[in-house]
């Protein structure tokens, strides 16, 4: 496997922007609706592959596409081309606040796992493939990390996390982790989901009823803020769904909805 050898810059803080620069016929791949802007020269085509294997059957394709299809992202995957003269910058921006992170493959073992929407764009070359867990506990329990994603290739890879990243290097030791905050992992960590202590913290310790329990020689990475975690507190205080209208930004408060539209 060869991937395609782009260069790379994150611009921003908590709303970053990852800008790729194509030399001429350098391909980046991306999920659906993540680009942000590109210059002129560079063409877009949706396509079903990764085209990480120039000669996938039709087949193939759809079986990769349904597999995908499981994870709720879209079966189709962008592919950006530079057909101009020169080179040319394609950015991408992912949907909440966060961090992008960039993984080099081939210095990381040539692969890693990831959270099922935590990928964003890589270099052509990269496969893209489900990473199901071999054991039911995980299946059945793991909530947002039950279905993982594996990157394989010896390129760049971006990942995109929520709030603030933290990389975690396990030397043999074991983590437990809320699902939900589990990024990504490299090659030699083993994953699996573990009862979160007995049935009183289970119900009332406000931390899940099981947790992700993650172990072996790798790197493990980390985000404090899942975009779950984030929605559901949104949605608690929304009025529409019975949380409390403070009427922010208005000297009338409450009252002036009566005034609205």
Known sequence: MQSHEIDYEIFGDDMQIVEIELDPNETV???????????????????????????????SKMMSAGARALTGESIFITHFTNHGQGKRRVAFAAPY??????????KIGGSVVCQKDAFLCAAKGTKLS???????????????????????????????????????????????????????????IEYDIARAGNLKS???????????????????????????RLADRVIQHAPSMGGSDRGEGSVLGGLGNMFGD
């Open 29 to 59: 791949i991306a999920e659906a609706g993540m680009m942000n802007y590109m210059e002129e020269g560079i063409e877009f085509e949706a396509k079903m592959g990764d085209g990480s294997q120039a000669s996938q059957g039709f087949f």
């Open 97 to 106: 606040p966060g961090k992008i992170v960039a993984l080099d493959l081939q």
């Open 130 to 188: 489900i990473a199901f867990q071999q054991r039911l506990g995980a299946g059945f329990f793991g909530g947002e990390g039950f279905i993982l994603e594996k990157l394989t290739g010896d390129g760049k890879a971006f990942v995109h996390a929520g709030g603030t990243v933290i990389k975690k290097k396990l030397q043999g030791e074991t983590l437990r982790v809320d699902t939900g905050c589990l990024v990504a992992f490299t090659e030699g």
């Open 202 to 228: 289970m119900f009332f310790g406000g931390e899940g009823l099981f947790l992700a329990t993650l172990r072996g020689h790798g790197t493990v990475l980390l985000q404090s803020l899942p975009f779950s």
